[in-house]
């Protein structure tokens, strides 16, 4: 879907009004998608509803439904859960309560509603959409509205947005929640590794998935997990003995702990459930290994959420409010989906139905419908997990050779990419060489071929096991010809950013002055950037986006006990401004400044009168962001000296600079500044 154009849209929605809830289980993104909705809202000239605690705040009325305002969801994108509750509503399910409802909405001219929940919340609102002309039907008969007011509110727009941490709604690649819930497994599985590691254990954990298994596979696939159970794909009869052998194999080779993830809803073939205690029992039995339980439970849906979480929810919000307005009594209830990185809307109750096939299709034990009915997603998840995970000894060997180098900058993720390929190679039958320190290395004959193990345990391993440097090929190009020859490679896989890119062109270019150099090369971005083409994500620049928000938040809570006080951030990027763009979203920055948006004075005065208006509400804190090239002289020591001077006597300013070390210079900053806040105080 096009980008909307913003302009266009300003005072779109003036006369008309659209309400917001959050309904179901929590997931972290929704005060996200709550701001998003609101502030776009009164962007296009709509008033703007908060409807607390869900849909029983819908049937009660009264006080549970509010107007908005702007600085309403100021500063809570950063905020877990959702600020204006949810409750599961029976009385919403009965026609006495969607009645009630329909009068709340009617007596504050709402006819637009964002419902921000999973499958049976969407469900329960296009009922009441397709209800509602009937139902203002019965309030005039019953003489609480006029037949004047129904006239005027004949029909109710309908929009969703999936809130679930499962991400088990079909039709998004994800929903609201999912990647944070994925953060705090992630994080448990780390501490979990060098515990386990200190003592030699095996270790069982349970994730939350009761009827979708995302969660156990995704972080099973993102871990290296050495069994995975999840409700789509029941193991095969004699499974505990297959599992067992494997842990047993795993820790003869000298590894000293096992993780077996389990997805709550875990069945096997006869459907029959899996529990995480029947497995300990089986590894202690069989094996004696010492096995140890953690079941995760609500700690996946707490905490903040993630830069991912965070941008998804913005965008979804945004483009919910462009459905409503643009919506007609003839446009079907829609859900805003994400397909390809992009928002987009499909009916809502075609989704639903999908949804409802894949229960029916496990029901009825057809597990690989069930896995196809989940998603290219899901299923490409699942296939690579098998693939990756256990060993499987291709037929026969090949006669193709492939190496695989790192270039340029470190980013986080090269390590698993190595893996991949690595594993993969292996499982075809071809030989793999991995190569230390890049072109230079391949020029130096740092090359080693490596085996299915040697691998193991470098999927949580930041920077590069493999060095990386940014030589390029023209400085040693008569010698990495000449290895090229040695180890007959047949391919190169090249990981890494800019200097990949132009790497491979220069080998590209001098085939016709090398033969040896015929042969296939592949680049697989990394770089924390995100600056090179072809690609919506390159390998670290999640990672990066995650770290320079965590420290934006860190930030922004050391001066929770200052008044007036803007930060200015400094975030890397080169001349890309990806980092402190999606870092700006995901903070709800004041201001972000990049170098593919030039501003000039005139913009920075209109920044330091909008902060200066700030100060004069309660939220009385401002963020800058800046992209570390973003102008040739409006630097960041620029920028601090304007904002201090214009903001003298109405706040004050300090700097940031998230560079490479910002995780570790950030701590000796936050002290700093908590010592300034002490001293204001006092």
């Avoid at 459905?323 to 989704?351: D, I, W, Y």
Wanted: glycine share 10%.
């Amino acid at each position: 879907m096009a980008a909307p154009d913003l302009e266009s849209l300003r005072m779109s929605g003036a006369g008309k009004a659209l309400a917001v809830l959050t309904s179901g289980g929590d997931a972290q993104g929704m005060n996200a998608a709550v701001r998003a909705v609101t502030r776009m809202g009164i962007y296009v000239g709509a008033k703007v509803f908060h409807v607390y605690e869900g849909y029983e705040g819908l049937v009660e009325g009264g006080d549970c439904i509010k107007q908005a305002n702007w600085l309403s969801v100021s500063n809570i994108i950063q905020l877990g859960g959702t600020i204006i509750g949810s409750a599961r509503c029976k009385a919403f399910t009965t026609h006495e309560g969607r009645l009630a409802a329909a009068h709340n909405l009617v007596q504050h001219g709402i006819t637009n509603l964002c419902v921000i929940g999973g499958d049976g919340s969407l469900t329960g609102a296009n009922i009441f959409r397709k209800e509602w002309s009937s139902l203002l039907e019965e309030l005039v008969k019953k003489e609480k509205v006029t037949e004047a007011v129904a006239a005027k509110y004949t029909h109710l727009n309908i929009v969703g947005l999936v809130g679930s941490i499962d991400n088990d709604f079909c039709g998004t690649d994800m929903t609201i929640g999912t990647d944070s819930a994925l953060h705090r497994i992630m994080e448990v599985i780390d501490a979990i590794t060098t515990t386990a590691q200190s003592h030699q254990r095996t270790f069982v954990l349970e994730v939350m998935g009761r009827h979708c298994g995302y969660l156990a596979l995704v972080s099973a696939l993102a871990s290296g997990a050495d069994w995975l159970l999840i409700p789509e794909c029941p193991p095969d009869e004699g499974w505990e003995d297959v599992m067992c052998s494997r842990l047993g194999e795993t820790r003869s080779r000298g590894s000293r702990l096992n993780i077996v993830i389990i997805a709550e809803g875990a069945i096997g073939r006869n459907g029959e459930p899996i529990t995480s205690n029947y497995v300990k029992d089986l590894v202690v039995q069989r094996l004696g290994f010492d096995t140890r339980i953690t079941v995760l439970g609500h700690v996946q849906r707490g905490g903040t959420p993630s830069a991912f979480d965070r941008v998804l929810s913005s965008k979804m919000g945004m483009e919910a409010v462009i459905a409503l307005m643009e919506a007609t009594p003839e446009t079907p209830a829609c859900v805003v989906s994400l397909s390809g990185n992009q928002s987009v809307r499909l009916p809502l109750m075609e989704c639903v139905q999908v949804t409802k096939d894949v229960q029916k299709a496990m029901e009825e034990k057809k597990f690989e419908e069930a896995i196809q009915l989940r998603g290219r997603s899901f299923e490409n998840n699942w296939n690579i997990y098998k693939l990756l995970s256990h060993r499987k000894q291709s037929e026969e060997k090949s006669n193709f050779s492939m190496a695989i180098l790192n270039v340029g900058a470190p980013a986080a993720g090269m390590n698993a990419a190595v893996r991949s390929a690595v594993r993969i190679g292996i499982s075809q039958g071809h030989k793999v060489f991995i190569v230390y320190d890049g072109f230079e290395g391949l020029s130096k004959g740092q090359i080693q071929e490596v085996g299915w193990h040697d691998v193991a345990g470098w999927l949580g391993r930041g920077g590069s096991m493999l060095g990386t440097k940014r030589t390029i090929p023209k400085t040693c190009l008569p010698q990495i010809v000449e290895n090229i020859r040695k180890y007959n490679i047949h391919a190169l896989l090249v990981i890494g950013g800019f200097e990949a890119y132009e790497g491979v062109l220069q080998l590209v270019e001098a085939r016709e002055q090398y033969e040896e150099l015929c042969i296939i090369m592949c680049v697989i971005p990394a770089t924390i950037s995100n600056n090179v083409p072809g690609t919506d994500f390159s390998i670290g620049s999640d990672t990066a986006v995650n770290a320079a928000m965590e420290s934006c938040d860190r930030i922004k809570q050391s001066a929770s006990g200052t008044k007036r006080r803007v930060f200015i951030v400094e975030t890397m990027g080169g001349y890309c401004g990806y980092l402190a763009t999606v870092t700006g979203i995901a903070v709800g920055a004041d201001a972000a400044y990049v170098y593919e948006d030039r501003f000039n004075i005139h913009d920075l005065k209109s920044n330091v009168d909008h902060l200066t208006d700030k100060m004069k509400t309660d939220i009385q804190r401002g963020l800058v962001l800046r992209n570390e090239k973003c102008h040739d002289y409006y630097t960041t020591e620029f920028l601090y000296n304007l904002y201090s001077a214009e903001g003298k006597g109405i706040f004050d300013c300090r700097t940031m600079c998230l560079d490479t070390y910002s995780k570790v210079a950030l701590l000796p900053h936050l002290i700093a500044i908590m010592e300034q806040n002490l001293e204001s105080s006092l």
